[in-house]
């Protein structure tokens, strides 16, 4: 057992979702997931952060050159999210307007996905920290060129003390107990993973 070890929990109240370049031009650069498994993690993470109603902040990297809009589908569950388009920050960071809608949210914990993970995940996740946040990257809402890029990004971010989950686990995190609500979760879970729904299925058909 680690003594100097401490779990730092996911908790709704003080948690944020940071949601970045999820871009046209970008997602075609990802080939560590298939197409539609990574459009389905990506939505189910944006699903949960509006199930559980956590400030979200989306931002774009010169959207107007080859890395293309935000997919729609993120905008559309988020239509009053604050919304940067960066005129060409790499790093979210570096860009003075994402980091004031970050702390204006007031909250501590910060989860970030994006694409691509060792640069518009890793960046801002490693800057986050550097500030003082305590961060949770979504792997499987973050895409890249290949496993040996994604592994290295995702090692120099858990060197740092950065936490990461798949979007499951952030959702259960949040929720801590079932009794809180067993339908609103059960939905959730039953719209972004097919074998679930045939769970919550039988699940509500005793009842």
Same mark, same amino acid.
């Given at each position: ?11 709704? +109240? ?6 970045? +370049? ?5 997602? @075609? ?10 459009? /389905?993690? *990506? ?55 994402? *980091? ?26 490693? @800057?986050? *920290? ?8 979504? !792997? ?8 040996? !890029? ?28 079932? &009794? ?10 039953? /719209? ?13 058909? &005793?009842?």
């Amino acid at each position: 057992m680690n003594q100097g070890y401490q779990y730092t929990r996911l908790a709704k +109240d003080d948690a944020a979702c940071l949601l970045i +370049d999820h871009q046209s031009g970008l997602i @075609s650069l990802v080939q560590d997931f298939s197409p539609g498994e990574f459009k /389905n993690n *990506v939505l189910a993470l944006a699903a949960s952060a509006k199930y559980f109603q956590l400030p979200t902040i989306l931002t774009t990297s010169f959207e107007n050159g080859p890395n293309g809009p935000l997919v729609p589908e993120i905008k559309e569950l988020f239509p009053e999210a604050p919304y940067i388009g960066r005129p060409g920050q790499i790093n979210a960071w570096d860009n003075e307007e994402f *980091v004031k809608a970050v702390k204006q949210t007031g909250r501590r914990q910060l989860i970030i996905a994006g694409v691509v993970t060792e640069v518009c995940v890793a960046f801002p996740a490693l @800057s986050a *920290v550097e500030a003082g946040y305590d961060v949770f990257v979504v !792997t499987d809402a973050s895409g890249t060129f290949n496993e040996v !890029t994604r592994h290295a990004a995702w090692a120099r971010m858990a060197a740092a003390g950065v936490q990461l989950m798949h979007w499951f686990a952030v959702a259960c995190a949040l929720h801590r107990a079932w &009794r809180n609500d067993i339908e609103g979760l059960g939905a959730l879970f039953a /719209n972004y993973i097919p074998n679930y729904r045939n769970l919550i299925t039988s699940y509500l058909a &005793r009842k």
